[in-house]
């Protein structure tokens, strides 16, 4: 071995959510790539995403994007399920890095499902979208798609926890449209869902499946590094940024990563 290592290589990935959901991600990105090191931006002064334009989540996209570029990023993970929806296309034109992005895994939910009826729970914006209903289209023709959109969810999740009434009561209303019609196989299309996995489960008949993307993306994350020739060079470092006030996340990233993280502000 021996000899310089390319100066891109050592570079971290970076990875961005509304908010906090991405962590989910961010889990299982470190899980597989430990020796990566990892740029993580919550951008929760513009929490939650799901309820914004397209317009402006495809700015905010392309701006987040080009920041996280100049800053030094050697790959990009679009760790919302809502900002891929809007953005994707655009940030993909906007930057140079490789881009890998999440989209609700109906594909999957199709391959498990004997019901015949599959589950979507994500944001109005991402259920609204073109992509989305491309997806739909192209993977579960002949097959019932309940998508149900899950307004207010993943700011509850942030802002009282993933165990309170609050919580609580939205999974109740939207939960119950999905067992009700006999889904067999639910896609938690948000990155904030996972975190209330267990109550969703609850929710359900016993045996209903839970999917998320975490596993997947960090699947293809690996793939795409390789195939650049941008694999490994990081020490596993981890930094979180904010584009909110630090204080005002720090607990809720201690609560949900089990381990004190430093957060800091960053504005894109
Ligand atoms: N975590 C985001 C997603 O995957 C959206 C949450 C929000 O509405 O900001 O769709």
Not at 8 to 37: K, N, Y
Not at 74 to 91: D, G, H, Q, R, S
Not at 242 to 261: D, E, F, M, Y
């Amino acid at each position: 071995m021996g000899g310089i290592m390319p100066f891109h290589m050592t570079h971290p990935i970076a990875v961005f959510d509304s908010g906090l959901g991405g962590l989910t991600v961010l889990r299982a990105l470190r899980a597989r790539l430990p020796q990566e090191d990892f740029f993580y931006f919550a951008d929760t002064r513009f929490l939650p995403y799901g309820d914004r334009p397209e317009s402006f989540l495809k700015e905010r996209g392309v701006l987040i994007a080009r920041a996280l570029e100049q800053r030094g990023a050697k790959a990009l993970v679009i760790a919302c399920n809502t900002a891929t929806a809007a953005a994707a296309e655009a940030i993909r034109a906007a930057i140079k890095l490789p881009v890998v992005a999440l989209e609700p895994g109906v594909k999957p939910a199709v391959a498990l499902s004997k019901s015949g009826v599959i589950g979507v729970l994500a944001t109005t914006r991402t259920l609204h979208s073109e992509r989305f209903q491309r997806l739909v289209g192209r993977h579960a023709d002949g097959y019932r798609v309940i998508a149900q959109a899950c307004p207010g969810l993943a700011e509850a999740i942030e802002q009282t926890g993933a165990d309170s009434p609050q919580v609580a009561a939205l999974l109740d209303g939207f939960v119950a449209p999905l067992a009700a019609a006999g889904a067999d196989v639910v896609v938690l299309g948000c990155t904030h869902y996972p975190l209330v996995a267990e109550a969703i489960a609850a929710r359900l008949p016993a045996g209903v499946k839970l999917l998320d993307t975490g596993e997947p993306v960090a699947r293809q994350l690996d793939r795409l590094l390789m195939a650049e020739n941008l694999l490994g060079g990081g020490l596993g470092r981890l930094t979180v940024a904010t584009s909110g006030a630090p204080a005002t996340v720090i607990a809720t990233v201690n609560r949900l990563w089990g381990k004190h993280l430093a957060v800091e502000h960053w504005e894109p």
